[in-house]
């Protein structure tokens, strides 16, 4: 897997599922220079927004599939199946384009 370079030393020192568990409050440190690194605010209200919108479509999808009539049980699992698949492309594209930036102290 690829990784991240810091902010601040320009190491590969993060892996791109770190990248996915950072969030506004939670801040991670390199292990090579320990600074504090973070995800552009913006970045986060836009991953936000996009797997909600990218989820709820594959819900949509997936249950608009089903054979009429459906139980709720069928429905809450099809459902949350959708909307894993569906936040899938939004995930990746997450972990593909954000670039962590230094966190000034
Ligand atoms: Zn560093």
Do not use: H
């Amino acid at each position: 897997m690829n990784k991240l370079p810091c902010p601040n030393c320009k190491d590969l020192t993060f892996t791109k599922w770190q990248v996915m568990k950072i969030g506004k409050f939670v801040n991670l440190r390199c292990s090579n220079c320990n600074s504090k690194v973070a995800v552009p605010t913006f970045k986060l209200v836009l991953f936000s927004l996009y797997s909600q919108l990218t989820g709820f479509f594959g819900l949509i999808a997936l249950v608009s599939l089903m054979p009429s009539p459906f139980s709720i049980t069928a429905f809450s699992i099809v459902g949350l199946i959708g909307y894993v698949v569906g936040l899938m492309p939004a995930v990746f594209f997450y972990i593909n384009t954000t670039e962590l930036i230094s966190k000034s102290v």
